[in-house]
């Protein structure tokens, strides 16, 4: 019967032995550690915030992030015979206008487009229409209210010589026309008015007048 050398405990393990187990450990622990970082479970750090998105824009803005422009009501152009036949049939027309369209067969002799404006602020456009002579001496104008159909509404008419009428910033109604002193010829008047027109809900009224 064999016995056990003194000084060594039962069931030891071989130096060889354990270092070759504490590797098998050593590896099997590396490759659960990889296994759950590639199945997404890593560490978790607190506090970490989850990347920005992009914001998603607003239902009311257009396809830009920018809010789309208002659609623009599209100007048309007033016919000119039709407003020579409303004139006609108007009361309001004053008979110097009356006399003169009339006898007007060619409606580029006697009637001609100015500016658009928007002085009664309806947000729909109205347009200048003047009244001339043959030689394209203006001696009045009429403000038409233009509908989306292009049917001619008169709204106001004033007598003036030799006009240019425009809008104001504030909206009103500027006429700038000439003043014809005794001895001026009719080419060339030496004088100069200034009106403004505002429009009150219902009818033009002058604000102003000044004679230079």
């Not at 309001?92 to 658009?116: F, H, M, N, Q, W």
């Not at 509908?147 to 910033?169: H, M, Q, Y």
């Not at 008047?189 to 200034?194: A, K, L, N, Y």
């Amino acid at each position: 019967m064999r016995t056990r050398p003194a000084g060594r405990p039962p069931f030891a393990v071989p130096g060889r032995f354990r270092r070759s187990l504490i590797v098998v450990v050593a590896t099997f622990l590396a490759l659960t550690v990889l296994s759950a970082c590639g199945n997404g479970g890593g560490l978790r750090v607190e506090g970490a915030e989850a990347p920005p998105t992009s914001p998603t824009p607003s239902t009311v803005m257009g396809t830009n992030g920018f809010q789309p422009e208002p659609k623009q009501t599209p100007v048309v152009a007033v016919n000119l015979a039709q407003v020579r036949v409303k004139l006609l049939a108007d009361r309001r027309t004053p008979d110097y206008a009356r006399t003169v369209l009339e006898k007007c067969t060619v409606i580029s002799r006697c009637l001609s487009r100015g500016k658009t404006v928007d002085v009664m602020h309806s947000g729909s456009p109205q347009q200048i229409v003047l009244i001339h002579t043959l030689e394209k001496f203006v001696f009045g104008f009429f403000l038409i209210a233009v509908t989306p159909t292009g049917v001619p509404r008169p709204i106001w008419n004033l007598k003036v010589d030799l006009p240019t009428v425009n809008a104001s910033p504030q909206g009103d109604l500027v006429v700038e026309s000439k003043i014809f002193a005794i001895d001026d010829p009719v080419c060339c008047p030496s004088g100069r008015r200034v009106e403004v027109y505002r429009w009150n809900g219902r009818q033009m009224t002058k604000v102003s007048s000044t004679d230079q």
